[in-house]
T-cell receptor
Framework: NAGVMQNPRHLVRRRGQEARLRCSPM?????VYWYRQLPEEGLKFMVY????????ESGMPKERFSAEFPKEGPSILRIQQVVRGDSAAYFC?????????????FGQGTRLTVV | SQQGEEDPQALSIQEGENATMNCSYK?????LQWYRQNSGRGLVHLIL?????REKHSGRLRVTLDTSKKSSSLLITASRAADTASYFC????????????FGKGTTLSVSS
């Protein structure tokens, strides 16, 4: 059973371009979470999605950032018109359910560099 | 503001010694989780302790939870060089305990 797969592992974008980060959850997992980690910092929660639904996006910046988890295919975190401050590691996690005390499994992350 | 705060920020020990890391949090919780992150890698789940538990063991790991003090500790016994990593505590912002708030972590260095 493959773990949470994120791609690409590294992404370089120029200021103003769009960044699309993909996350394939573990098989059988229908809950996906995105986190951002700045250098020397802990992870910051961004958004929690179930298939076709955004459950909690309280950690998402109000502009330029969006996330989706379609019925088919991976979850996508999209950052429009990237700025240097968007440079960070973005981690995706998945869990099989939203039940209490359920462990979330993390992917290896996508390291975004904005130049 | 941070929900979980780890202490110390950095810890350097010799192989074979024990390492203790502490975590304080602010609000009531259903559970508290500890994760490890090797440099440049994703997070690995270590242990989850529920709010009605006081102590939990997993191999060389021992976690305690004191809900009255809103604090937890992670003890790694007989440390090895391979334990070198950053360790984070995390608490949940949703009922399921899967949308997490992490502290800044403790960076542990174990030298041989």
């Amino acid at each position: 059973n493959a773990g949470v797969m994120q791609n690409p592992r590294h992404l370089v974008r120029r200021r103003g371009q769009e960044a699309r980060l993909r996350c394939s959850p573990m098989k059988g997992h229908s809950h996906v979470y995105w986190y951002r980690q700045l250098p020397e910092e802990g992870l910051k929660f961004m958004v929690y999605l179930q298939k076709e639904n955004i459950i909690d996006e309280s950690g998402m910046p109000k502009e330029r950032f969006s996330a989706e988890f379609p019925k088919e295919g991976p979850s996508i975190l999209r950052i429009q018109q990237v700025v240097r401050g968007d440079s960070a590691a973005y981690f995706c996690a998945s869990s099989p359910s939203g039940q209490e005390n359920t462990e979330a499994f993390f992917g290896q992350g996508t390291r975004l560099t904005v130049v | 503001s941070q929900q979980g705060e780890e202490d110390p920020q950095a810890l350097s020990i010799q192989e074979g010694e024990n390492a203790t890391m502490n975590c304080s949090y602010k609000t009531s919780i259903n559970n508290l989780q500890w994760y490890r992150q090797n440099s440049g890698r994703g997070l690995v789940h270590l242990i989850l302790i529920r709010s009605n538990e006081r102590e939990k063991h997993s191999g060389r790991l021992r976690v305690t939870l004191d809900t009255s003090k809103k604090s937890s500790s992670l003890l790694i016994t007989a440390s090895r060089a391979a334990d070198t990593a950053s360790y984070f505590c995390a608490t949940a912002i949703n009922q399921a305990g899967t949308a997490l708030i992490f502290g800044k972590g403790t960076t542990l260095s174990v030298s041989s």
